[in-house]
């Protein structure tokens, strides 16, 4: 018996990805050639990333009955700014200012485009809610090579609706 396909039409990480491709433009991120990395921070700890660099990380997801075999699924997506200090000249009160200013780009960019249409495909139905949290610090992970600067954007998103098969 062959194994069973899920019922949503586009897997959470087909839409981390669209939602890099619509948070990006005009950014500090992009033009810098900056590292974006879905779901891992794996360039980070290896030392291959350019900075600055995003992570974004799934988190709770629900899917919500709205109809008989109608279905709502919703996503929690978080996006994690870094920026290094130690290769860095301005001050820390710069470089903090740059990742604000930088992930407020990212919040307007998905506000003009709630549902992540790319090449006329939406991949969201809309965007619920972006928050920012206040600045997390740096990081201190007794692994990390080197402490730095980090804040973060939380974004609850509305996925397509869809039917379940029974």
Same mark, same amino acid.
């Given at each position: 018996m062959a194994l069973r396909t899920a019922n949503e039409p586009y897997s959470v990480v087909t839409v981390m990805n669209a939602m890099a491709t619509v948070m990006t433009p005009n950014t500090l991120l992009n033009q810098l050639g900056g590292t974006v990395a879905i779901d891992t921070r !794996? @360039? %980070? $700890?290896?030392? *291959? &990333? =350019? $900075?600055p660099a995003i992570c974004i990380y799934e988190g709770p997801q629900s899917s919500a009955r709205i109809h008989y075999k109608l279905w709502q699924p919703k996503v929690t997506l978080d =996006? =994690? $700014? $870094?920026q290094r200090w130690d290769q860095n000249a301005a001050t820390l009160s710069t470089i903090?200012?740059?990742? !604000?200013? !930088? %992930? /407020? /780009?990212m919040k307007a960019n998905l506000e003009d485009n709630p549902r992540l249409q790319i090449s006329g495909i939406n991949y969201a139905v809309?965007? &619920? %809610?972006?928050? %920012? *949290? @206040?600045? =997390?610090g740096q990081i201190n992970d007794k692994d990390f090579p080197i402490p730095m600067p980090e804040r973060a954007m939380s974004i609850q998103i509305n996925l397509a609706p869809y039917a379940s098969a029974n």
């Open positions: !794996d @360039p %980070l $700890y290896q030392s *291959t &990333a =350019v $900075y =996006v =994690v $700014y $870094y903090w200012l740059s990742i !604000d200013t !930088d %992930l /407020r /780009r809309d965007i &619920a %809610l972006i928050s %920012l *949290t @206040p600045f =997390v």
